[in-house]
């Protein structure tokens, strides 16, 4: 079965770090992109960026550009979300995903369960 | 402001039909780029509904339609049912002066009556 696993919820303090995680597996986990996308509390679905795990190549949303920085372990099949500082307004919901076909444009087809991450002092 | 825009909230009675529309422009919808539909019930993942503009997915409803033109795409269901009280997203891919990237509709709420 391919899916994809995200690490458990978080609770930082501003200006901390975090990396969150997502392993795939049931598939070639360097044959697909992996994207993240974000959901703030009752908001909507907003692509961060994305990486393919086997060459490293990233592609970052505009606004997400220098705030977050993405990567992939391609030898334990995990991609992760990173922040050097983070910020009240970080809290949300974070998705991986992974697109049907081999291009970072396409239809995601298989989303992991997600991530909490609460920012607070 | 969300480069594609969706209606907040679209409502029907059971066993009616309803569409959502999503409006994009010459940068993406209106370039040709494919445009996706997801359904994300409460506290849940989303989950593709189509692709390509007009595919379903394995084991998704034939209730569930898609088409598109110009620079806007649509999302219809019909014979509605409780169960698709959702929000729903639409997707596409923007390419422009300020970069090229994946972006996704505000998203609709359906409220089923």
């Known amino acids: 079965e391919v899916q994809l696993v995200q690490s458990g919820a978080e609770v930082k303090k501003p200006g901390e770090s975090l990396k969150i995680s997502c392993k795939g597996s049931?598939?070639?986990?360097?044959?697909?992109?992996i994207g993240w996308v974000r959901q703030m509390p009752g908001k909507g679905l907003e692509w961060m960026g994305i990486i393919y795990p086997g060459d490293s190549d990233t592609r970052y949303s505009p606004s997400f550009q220098g705030q977050v920085t993405i990567s992939a372990d391609k030898s334990i099949s995990t991609a992760y979300l990173q922040w050097s500082s983070l910020k009240a307004s970080d809290t949300a919901m974070y998705y991986c995903?992974?697109?049907?076909?081999?291009?970072?444009?396409?239809?995601?087809?298989?989303w992991g369960q997600g991530t909490m991450v609460t920012v607070s002092s | 402001q969300s480069v594609l825009t969706q209606p907040p909230s679209v409502s029907g009675a059971p066993g009616q039909r309803v569409t959502i529309s999503c409006t994009g422009s010459s940068s993406n919808i209106g370039a040709g780029y494919d445009v996706h539909w997801y359904q994300q019930l409460p506290g849940t993942a989303p989950k593709l509904l189509i692709y390509g503009n007009s595919n379903r997915p394995s084991g998704v409803p034939d209730r569930f339609s898609g088409s598109k033109s110009g620079t806007s795409a649509s999302l219809a269901i019909t014979g509605l049912q409780a169960e698709d009280e959702a929000d729903y997203y639409c997707?596409?891919?923007?390419?422009?002066?300020?970069?090229?990237?994946?972006?996704f509709g505000g998203g609709t709420k359906l409220t089923v009556l």
């Open positions: 995903a992974r697109p049907l076909r081999r291009t970072y444009s396409d239809a995601f087809d298989i």
């Open positions: 997707q596409s891919y923007d390419s422009s002066l300020s970069g090229a990237y994946v972006v």
């Open positions: 049931g598939y070639s986990f360097t044959s697909y992109w």
